[in-house]
């Protein structure tokens, strides 16, 4: 079965840098989620998006925005990166308010450097 | 603000027998709680969840006992196998958002042939 797809799934930048993190929600899926994980720490929530409009918000930084766009794919855009913005950042997506149960993207680790 | 807490990092058991891993949460407005199963460098994966409503969910060799006057959740393996050693995260989905999970800070199960 189809899962959800992020891309890349590696990346390094430098400070002040910018980042677009990228993921494709299972087919049929209108509900996007992002999270953070820090090393050492439990997933943090970011933002989320139900049909094209923001739904959620978490603990995103003013200097982090995200879409999701017609197609339901969504981007995370990181500008002015600190060192303290390395993590692993998952996106997940369900079909509406699934009571919880969303599939996770395997992840993009980004390295701030 | 929800908090789920998991106050055993790490729990060891020998195969066949039961794990138990347990979770606190201090927020009781909420519709669920699940419980995801994380492996390193991977997303994590949806195992089982629980209404609010109900007290026990069980779902092959996972069994999810919710008990609302404790504010306390916990998951049961039985049989326990070395495929289920990994990360365990609970978790309970509130808001508008019901995919805005809120992680405990995870529990490594480590399962010994």
């Known amino acids: 079965a189809a899962g959800v797809i992020q891309s890349p799934r590696h990346l390094i930048k430098e400070k002040r840098e910018t980042a677009t993190l990228k993921c494709y929600p299972i087919?049929?899926?209108?509900?996007v989620y992002w999270y953070q994980q820090g090393p050492g720490q439990d997933p943090q929530f970011l933002i989320s998006f139900y049909e094209k409009m923001q739904s959620d918000k978490g603990s995103i930084p003013d200097r982090f925005s995200a879409q999701q766009f017609s197609d339901y794919h969504s981007e995370l855009n990181m500008s002015s990166l600190e060192l303290g913005d390395s993590a692993l950042y998952f996106c997940?997506?369900?079909?509406?308010?699934?009571?919880?149960?969303?599939?996770f993207g395997p992840g993009t680790r980004l390295t701030v450097t | 603000d929800q908090q789920v807490k998991q106050n055993s990092p790490s729990l060891s058991v020998q195969e066949g027998r039961i794990s138990i891993l347990n979770c606190d949460y201090t927020?009781?407005?909420?519709?669920?709680f699940l419980w995801y199963k994380k492996y390193p460098a991977e997303g994590p994966t949806f195992l089982i969840s629980i209404s609010s409503i109900k007290d026990k969910n069980e779902d092959g060799r996972f069994t999810v006992f919710l008990n609302k006057s404790a504010k306390h959740l916990s998951l049961h393996i039985v049989p326990s196998q070395p495929g289920d050693s990994a990360v365990y995260f609970c978790?309970?989905?509130?808001?508008?958002?019901?995919?805005?999970?809120?992680f405990g800070q995870g529990t490594i199960l480590t399962v010994h042939p």
């Open positions: 978790g309970n989905a509130g808001g508008t958002s019901y995919g805005k999970l809120t």
């Open positions: 927020n009781s407005m909420f519709d669920y």
């Open positions: 087919p049929r899926h209108d509900t």
């Open positions: 997940a997506s369900s079909l509406g308010l699934a009571g919880g149960k969303v599939y």
